[in-house]
Nanobody, 128 residues
Framework: QVQLVESGGGLAQAGGSLRLSCAAS????????MAWFRQAPGKEREFVAA????????YYADSVKGRFTISRDNAKNTVYLQMNSLKPEDTAIYYC?????????????????????WGQGTQVTVSS
């Protein structure tokens, strides 16, 4: 069993920054990747960014590329999402997620169903 706990959400003005954290505990040694997804009111959950534990390869949605940076601290089993140049359309609940079997394929790293353990979510609100 893996537990994921997000933190760092809150209110920011457009153009501002926030940093999210996701701490993983439990059977994380089998996890190959961690990802951030988000869900805005009335919309489906969408992929934001992902990173692999072993080599640190990163993946981004086009909508956040160049503004958001995902990173990890293997010693702390923690993944971060640095969000800069925030826009009102970034307003959403942000969830971190991980796979549990270490088998996730690069081609499917942006796919929600590839992840089987999810955090409770943290609200990010960006005002204009």
């Amino acid at each position: 069993q893996v537990q994921l706990v997000e933190s760092g959400g809150g209110l920011a003005q457009a153009g501002g920054s926030l940093r999210l954290s996701c701490a993983a505990s439990g059977r994380t040694f089998r996890s190959r990747a961690m990802a951030w997804f988000r869900q805005a009111p009335g919309k489906e959950r969408e992929f934001v960014a992902a990173i692999t534990w072993s080599d640190g390869n990163t993946y981004y949605a086009d909508s956040v590329k160049g503004r958001f940076t995902i990173s990890r601290d293997n010693a702390k089993n923690t993944v971060y999402l640095q969000m800069n140049s925030l826009k009102p359309e970034d307003t959403a609940i942000y969830y971190c997620a991980t796979d549990l079997k270490g088998l996730i394929l690069n081609a499917l790293i942006r796919v929600e169903s590839s992840y089987s353990s999810w955090g409770q979510g943290t609200q990010v609100t960006v005002s204009s």
